[in-house]
């Protein structure tokens, strides 16, 4: 099965704090993605990765940044919180080629106070 | 630009009352059609994939169709397990990455 797993459930955070946000998945998976998932606006995505060091934005990369220095380990960055931030965040991750699927991790709800 | 609109955005069944969601999608030549089932405050799990019209898939009692410009969801005698958020995905075609449009789900509320 597969497995991608975030670092928080949940997190609270003040305005203006560094905030980091961690993935990993165990399926040797090349394509990895952060979502944001707001009420009425569904999954938007943010940055994704398709290789080590490799990154490209999405829809809505402003005030966010990404990090992949391993293969299997995807992180967000929130350079300086606020409070517009606060959402649950989905990773994702997919392999190349073939079916593509993408499989999600449980999620982590951030609250920016 | 590639667009997915579900409907409705809302249904309500009583156990054992089938029903089917739409999924409509507008996109530039279509890779895959993913559906996904989103259980409150947890990541979206994958269901089916379909990539060309004519294509069903099934399991347990969920049943996913596509023609050229939608999908449905068929639910056969549904449970109040199957109460969740159902999200439709498209792929398309010139996707270099495998990226994917989501539509905004349809929350399904399933009463015994």
């Known amino acids: 099965d597969v497995k991608v797993t975030q670092s928080s459930r949940y997190l609270v955070k003040r305005t203006g704090e560094k905030v980091f946000l961690e993935c990993v998945q165990d399926m040797d998976h090349e394509n990895m993605f952060w979502y944001r998932q707001d009420p009425g606006l569904g999954l938007r995505l943010i940055y994704f990765s398709y290789d080590v060091k490799m990154k490209e934005k999405g829809d809505i990369p402003e005030g966010y940044s990404v990090s992949r220095e391993k293969k299997e380990r995807f992180s967000l960055i929130l350079e300086s919180a606020s409070t517009n931030q606060t959402s649950m965040y989905l990773c994702a991750s997919s392999s190349r080629g073939g079916s593509e699927t993408q499989y999600f991790g449980p999620g982590t709800r951030l609250l920016v106070l | 630009e590639d667009q997915v609109t579900q409907s409705p955005e809302a249904l309500r069944l009583q156990e054992g009352e089938s029903s089917s969601l739409n999924c409509s999608y507008t996109?530039?030549?279509?890779?895959?059609l993913f559906w996904y089932r989103q259980d409150p405050g947890k990541g979206p799990e994958f269901l089916f994939t379909l990539y060309s019209a004519g294509e069903e898939k099934e399991k347990e009692r969920l049943k996913a169709t596509l023609t050229k410009k939608e999908s449905f969801l068929h639910i056969t005698a549904p449970k109040p397990e199957d109460s969740a958020t159902y999200l439709c995905?498209?792929?398309?075609?010139?996707?270099?990455?495998?990226?994917?449009?989501f539509g905004k789900g349809t929350m399904l509320l399933v009463s015994p």
């Open positions: 995905a498209v792929q398309p075609q010139n996707s270099g990455y495998s990226t994917l449009t």
């Open positions: 996109v530039s030549g279509l890779r895959g």
